[in-house]
C-alpha cells in the first residue's frame, strides 16, 4: 500500500482536454459478428457504442489532441511545461510513445515518459506527477490517459468484445502557492490475482541457429474473467475509497462528484449505493465509449468540465482499477477556469 499524508505544497488542477476516433460501433453492429444483442449488452454492462481507430487515426494522435486541449484550457506557453507522462498498456512504440507526444506538441522543455497500469494507469500517473510538483522539482505536468484496446480484443469472443473501446484524455497540473487541488490518494496492487485480467504474451518459439531457438514478439488477446472484475471492483474500491474519506475527516454528503473508472454500470451504481452518494453526482459516459482503460478518468472528467457539470472548487472523489491487479483512489478539487 502506498498513501500520502497532507501535502506541504499546493496542487491545482488547471485544465483537461479528451480526444475519440470518429469511428462509432453500436451494439446492433457487434451483434451482426458475435451471438449478440442490444439488449443484452447494455443489461449487463450499461455500454451502447464504443469507438474504434480507423486508418487515418492513431493513438499518438488523440493523445496529443487531448493533451493540447488541457493545455490550452490551463492556458499554458508549451515551453513552460517540465513533464509529460503518458498513461497506457497499448503504446505505439514498446519504447515508449510519450517522446513523440511531446515533440508533435513542441514540448522542448519536458521530459516524456510512459506508465503501465492498465485502467489504474490515469490514477497511477497522476499520483506519481503530483510528487514531482511536491518535491517542488517541476511546476507544470501534463498527464494523459489514453489506450487503444481495440488492437488487442478477440472481437469474435462476446464476453470480451462487448466492453471495450479507444480515447484519450489529459488533465494539466501545476503547484500553486495558495491551492491544494490533491487532498490525499491511496494506491494498491495484488499480483496474486493477475491472472483475472490480462494481455500476455504469445509463448512461440523459432529456430534462432542449430540449438537455439528465440521468442517471437507478439501477444494474445485480452483475457478477463468478468465475474471475478465484477466481485474485486465492488469489494475494493468502497474500501479504499472509505479508507481515504476517513483519513481526511471527509464525509460522503461532501462529494460533489463521483469519478471513477469506466468498466460497468452495475459497478457504479454499487460503488455508490455503498456511500448513500445520488445518482446525479455520479459522473458515467460508459454508454458511449465503453471501457477504454487508462482514458476513462480524464476522458469523463473533460466532458463534465467542459459540460459545466463540474465547477470550480468541486470536489471528486476518484478511483480507478483494473489489471494486474491494482486499484487506487484520490480526493481532489477542481480549481480550472470553467
Same mark, same amino acid.
Given at each position: 500500500m502506498i498513501s500520502n499524508s497532507q501535502c506541504d505544497s499546493g496542487?491545482?488542477?488547471?485544465?483537461?482536454?479528451?480526444?475519440?476516433?470518429?469511428?462509432i460501433i453500436n451494439n446492433d453492429q457487434l451483434g451482426q459478428r458475435v451471438d449478440t444483442n442490444n439488449e443484452w449488452i447494455q443489461s449487463r454492462?450499461?455500454?451502447?457504442?464504443?469507438?474504434?481507430?480507423?486508418?487515418?487515426?492513431?493513438?499518438?494522435?488523440?493523445?496529443?489532441?487531448?493533451?493540447?486541449?488541457?493545455?490550452?484550457?490551463?492556458?499554458?506557453?508549451?515551453?513552460?511545461i517540465d513533464l509529460i507522462i503518458l498513461a497506457t498498456s497499448t503504446p505505439e512504440d514498446l519504447f515508449g510513445s510519450a517522446p513523440k507526444i511531446q515533440s508533435n506538441l513542441e514540448a522542448s522543455n519536458a521530459v516524456a515518459f510512459d506508465l503501465t497500469a492498465?485502467?489504474?494507469?490515469?490514477?497511477?500517473?497522476?499520483?506519481?506527477?503530483?510528487?514531482?510538483?511536491?518535491s517542488g522539482s517541476m511546476k507544470r505536468v501534463v498527464v494523459i490517459g489514453a489506450d487503444q484496446l481495440s488492437k488487442w480484443v478477440d472481437w469474435d469472443d462476446r464476453k470480451t468484445c462487448v466492453l471495450f473501446g479507444d480515447g484519450a484524455g489529459a488533465v494539466a497540473i501545476e503547484t500553486s502557492g495558495e491551492k491544494n487541488g490533491l487532498i490525499g490518494?491511496?494506491?494498491?496492487?495484488?499480483?496474486?490475482?493477475?491472472?483475472?485480467? +490480462?494481455? $500476455?504474451? *504469445?509463448?512461440?518459439? @523459432?529456430? /534462432?541457429?542449430?540449438?537455439?531457438?528465440h521468442q517471437k514478439g507478439e501477444y494474445l488477446p485480452i483475457k478477463m474473467e468478468g465475474k471475478e472484475v465484477y466481485k474485486f471492483?465492488?469489494?475494493?474500491?468502497?474500501?479504499?475509497?472509505?479508507?481515504?474519506?476517513?483519513?481526511?475527516?471527509?464525509?460522503?454528503?461532501?462529494?460533489d462528484w463521483l469519478l471513477l473508472h469506466q468498466a460497468n454500470q452495475r459497478i457504479l451504481d454499487a460503488v455508490a449505493s455503498r456511500f448513500s452518494i445520488p445518482s446525479e453526482k455520479v459522473?458515467?459516459?460508459?454508454?458511449?465509449?465503453? +471501457?477504454? $482503460?487508462? *482514458?476513462?478518468?480524464? @476522458?469523463? /472528467?473533460?466532458?463534465?468540465?467542459?459540460?459545466?457539470?463540474?465547477k470550480s472548487g468541486d470536489l471528486v472523489a476518484c478511483s480507478?482499477?483494473?489489471?494486474?491487479?491494482?486499484?487506487?483512489?484520490?480526493?481532489?478539487y477542481w480549481h480550472g477556469p470553467y
Amino acid at each position: 500500500m502506498i498513501s500520502n499524508s497532507q501535502c506541504d505544497s499546493g496542487i491545482s488542477f488547471v485544465g483537461c482536454g479528451s480526444s475519440t476516433p470518429q469511428k462509432i460501433i453500436n451494439n446492433d453492429q457487434l451483434g451482426q459478428r458475435v451471438d449478440t444483442n442490444n439488449e443484452w449488452i447494455q443489461s449487463r454492462t450499461g455500454i451502447s457504442e464504443r469507438r474504434v481507430i480507423g486508418d487515418n487515426e492513431s493513438l499518438i494522435d488523440l493523445a496529443t489532441d487531448a493533451a493540447l486541449k488541457a493545455i490550452r484550457m490551463a492556458n499554458w506557453d508549451v515551453k513552460t511545461i517540465d513533464l509529460i507522462i503518458l498513461a497506457t498498456s497499448t503504446p505505439e512504440d514498446l519504447f515508449g510513445s510519450a517522446p513523440k507526444i511531446q515533440s508533435n506538441l513542441e514540448a522542448s522543455n519536458a521530459v516524456a515518459f510512459d506508465l503501465t497500469a492498465a485502467c489504474s494507469g490515469f490514477l497511477f500517473a497522476l499520483v506519481t506527477a503530483s510528487q514531482y510538483l511536491i518535491s517542488g522539482s517541476m511546476k507544470r505536468v501534463v498527464v494523459i490517459g489514453a489506450d487503444q484496446l481495440s488492437k488487442w480484443v478477440d472481437w469474435d469472443d462476446r464476453k470480451t468484445c462487448v466492453l471495450f473501446g479507444d480515447g484519450a484524455g489529459a488533465v494539466a497540473i501545476e503547484t500553486s502557492g495558495e491551492k491544494n487541488g490533491l487532498i490525499g490518494y491511496d494506491m494498491k496492487s495484488d499480483g496474486s490475482k493477475g491472472g483475472c485480467l +490480462n494481455l $500476455s504474451q *504469445a509463448n512461440t518459439f @523459432l529456430d /534462432l541457429v542449430q540449438g537455439a531457438t528465440h521468442q517471437k514478439g507478439e501477444y494474445l488477446p485480452i483475457k478477463m474473467e468478468g465475474k471475478e472484475v465484477y466481485k474485486f471492483a465492488v469489494k475494493e474500491v468502497p474500501i479504499i475509497l472509505g479508507e481515504l474519506l476517513d483519513k481526511y475527516k471527509i464525509d460522503s454528503e461532501s462529494i460533489d462528484w463521483l469519478l471513477l473508472h469506466q468498466a460497468n454500470q452495475r459497478i457504479l451504481d454499487a460503488v455508490a449505493s455503498r456511500f448513500s452518494i445520488p445518482s446525479e453526482k455520479v459522473l458515467s459516459n460508459l454508454k458511449d465509449y465503453g +471501457n477504454t $482503460s487508462a *482514458a476513462t478518468i480524464p @476522458l469523463m /472528467l473533460d466532458e463534465a468540465v467542459r459540460g459545466q457539470r463540474i465547477k470550480s472548487g468541486d470536489l471528486v472523489a476518484c478511483s480507478g482499477f483494473g489489471a494486474g491487479l491494482s486499484w487506487g483512489a484520490a480526493l481532489f478539487y477542481w480549481h480550472g477556469p470553467y
